[in-house]
């Protein structure tokens, strides 16, 4: 295996753990402010095909990438792990912190415990996607480094804040007394872009009223006052809400028993239909990524309609969630498609001119902070987020011990 070595700062550092249903990123960041990345990289197409490792350097401005022999998860993250082992920055790693897409009912970032592991493999058919593979990473981490502290750093945390409305699904109670309710996704992207608004002096961030909208290959929007989560697009599950690259988004639940009917669709194809084969991909038939369909909409009617859907959808989770808000201060797009596309954001806010809502088109083509006319009301901003950032940030204040700073 290709080996790049780096020079040891001989300072602590954090390790942070992304993991996703077919890829793991990894970055290391100093215990000291401020945190600025430093080594990162991802084991990505983990599964498939090709699994690479790809890494970066940004104090050698380099990065290389070499070929995996893996055939799962369970051997992706061990050659991962024994790679870093070898790189001399390993040394300096004092505790890791790990992404943890579902939470239940846990508000902030945890110390990773056996009962808490127990609790994870529990809940882990939540969502089979991620879960299981992200407890397989903090196990292999712990079997090998056993006295490497570990902490669980929860995306459905953000939204523990939601009234007991929001929650709610309107199926039989005694259901949501095993806790089928509406959670939400995509927190650690929402905590750390309200960390950045209230950072740029933004008074909506701790007083006012924002939606924050994370479109990417998966994509949510986020309602918060005060700088509380009042609501959300996704719920149960990361399917829910918004149409996206390969997830369907919200669907009329008499779908499945009409599938099962006529097309003899089991639940497990069912979920593997919503979850990978719908979405942009599935309206499109020929790509779930948007610069794809973007490219070929005028001679494609099916990726027209795919980028129109999007965008239509979109704008109606912003007005329901003004409505829900009583109004809007501020509008934040993040996210792959959110920080990088200015035609769909041109089009999700076209026809929000009700809401206070304009943009500067000279300045959404080049992805200015802001993006909105001085005129209007409502600000519109693009936030480049950065989960791992907000990973490590929550591990240190996870463990004191680590910088007598943040006591």
Request: a positive charge; one cysteine or more; aromatic letters at 6%.
């Amino acid at each position: 295996m290709n080996q790049l070595s780096m020079k040891s700062t001989g300072n602590s550092s954090i390790l942070t753990i992304n993991g996703g249903s077919s890829s793991i990123k990894f970055a290391l960041y100093p215990v000291k402010e401020p945190m600025k990345r430093g080594f990162y990289g991802k084991v990505d197409r983990i599964g498939l095909s090709g699994t690479n490792l790809t890494f970066s350097d940004p104090t050698k401005k380099h990065s290389k990438s070499f070929k995996l022999a893996v055939a799962d998860h369970k051997s992706a993250a061990n050659s991962l792990i024994e790679w870093l082992e070898k790189q001399n920055d390993f040394a300096s790693i004092k505790a890791i912190g790990h992404r943890v897409v579902h939470g239940m009912k846990h508000t902030e970032p945890e110390m990773v415990t056996p009962k808490l592991l127990d609790e994870l493999h529990r809940i882990s058919p939540n969502d089979p996607d991620h879960l299981p593979r992200e407890i397989e990473l903090i196990e292999t981490f712990r079997r090998r480094h056993p006295k490497l502290p570990q902490v669980a750093c929860f995306d459905t945390a953000f939204h523990q804040t939601m009234p007991r409305v929001a929650k709610l699904l309107p199926l039989p109670r005694r259901f949501d007394a095993r806790g089928i309710q509406r959670y939400g996704f995509h927190g650690l992207s929402y905590a750390y872009l309200m960390e950045e608004l209230a950072r740029l002096g933004d008074p909506a961030a701790r007083k006012g009223r924002v939606i924050l909208a994370h479109l990417g290959n998966g994509a949510s929007l986020a309602a918060v006052r005060d700088g509380k989560s009042i609501d959300t697009s996704m719920g149960f599950t990361p399917t829910a809400g918004l149409v996206m690259s390969t997830r369907s988004g919200d669907l009329d639940p008499g779908l499945a028993p009409y599938l099962a009917r006529t097309e003899k669709m089991t639940t497990k194809q069912f979920y593997e239909m919503v979850n990978h084969e719908s979405g942009l991909l599935g309206i499109s038939e020929t790509s779930s990524d948007m610069r794809d369909l973007c490219a070929s909409e005028t001679t494609d009617v099916r990726a027209a309609e795919a980028v129109a859907l999007f965008c239509y959808q979109a704008r109606k989770w912003i007005g329901s969630f003004a409505a829900a808000l009583g109004g809007l201060d501020t509008l934040v797009f993040t996210g792959g498609i959110g920080e990088n596309a200015p035609v769909i954001r041109a089009r999700i806010c076209e026809g929000l001119e009700f809401l206070g809502i304009k943009l500067n088109q000279s300045r959404n083509a080049k992805a200015a902070p802001i993006i909105s006319k001085q005129t209007h009301r409502v600000t519109v901003r693009v936030i480049r987020t950065d989960e791992e950032l907000m990973i490590a940030r929550s591990v240190l204040r996870s463990c004191p011990d680590l910088n007598p700073a943040v006591r």
